[in-house]
């Protein structure tokens, strides 16, 4: 008689056709995905892109062309955060401070809506994503410049560090700033006062 975990992965398996979910996490009732394979062919799939795409594609129907003259017109996601917010709570966008693209409704100008190289739908490399638009930030040493004069690491180097507060999340500029609000100035994490060195390093 087989152990039980050996026979995790059939009971896995049974588990996911019983949810509708495919190998790979696409939903296997999506239709959409039957065209629209590559949308999310990459290891970081939006949840609601793999059940399905009308969500936010809203005249999109599946079997229908929906991409010439004449075709029922594809919705398309805008800079507006409405789409976005049909599911994300927008209290978790709202604070004393809040980052000028989330303010703005800029959502995609961060994250792609389907699928993403990188965690959270983020559309570059974390730390180069922030140094893009902060590029002044790069250009001198960043809060202490220590004895090496070098300042803090941003995080986009090659090497990437282990976040020291959130384990298993990269070390950059997520790891002290909030990418969204905060109830402190430069969408800081924490109080001011208390982001001293000690919060991560043990002197």
């Not at 075709?71 to 709202?94: G, M, Q």
């Not at 384990?167 to 994490?189: D, I, K, Q, T």
């Amino acid at each position: 008689m087989k152990r039980v975990h050996d026979l995790l992965p059939v009971i896995i398996g049974l588990g996911l056709l019983a949810l509708g979910a495919a190998p790979g996490g696409r939903a296997a009732d999506n239709p959409c995905l039957e065209c629209h394979a590559k949308v999310v062919d990459k290891p970081v799939v939006h949840a609601a892109t793999e059940r399905s795409c009308t969500k936010c594609h809203r005249d999109a129907k599946a079997g229908v062309a929906h991409d010439g003259p004449g075709n029922p017109p594809l919705a398309k996601l805008d800079d507006s955060p409405k789409r976005c917010l049909t599911c994300h709570d927008e209290a978790e966008f709202a604070g004393k401070f809040t980052h000028a693209p989330v303010a703005e409704g800029k959502c995609l100008g961060c994250h792609d809506p389907h699928a993403s190289d990188y965690p959270g739908l983020l559309k570059a490399k974390p730390a180069t994503l922030c140094l893009d638009c902060h590029e002044s930030v790069k250009k001198g040493p960043h809060m202490v410049s220590g004895f090496s004069r070098r300042g803090h690491p941003l995080g986009d180097g090659d090497t990437q560090a282990e976040d020291p507060l959130r384990p298993g999340n990269p070390f950059y500029c997520v790891a002290c700033h909030e990418p969204h609000r905060s109830e402190f100035r430069s969408l800081l994490r924490w109080d001011p006062a208390q982001m001293t060195c000690q919060k991560c390093h043990q002197m």
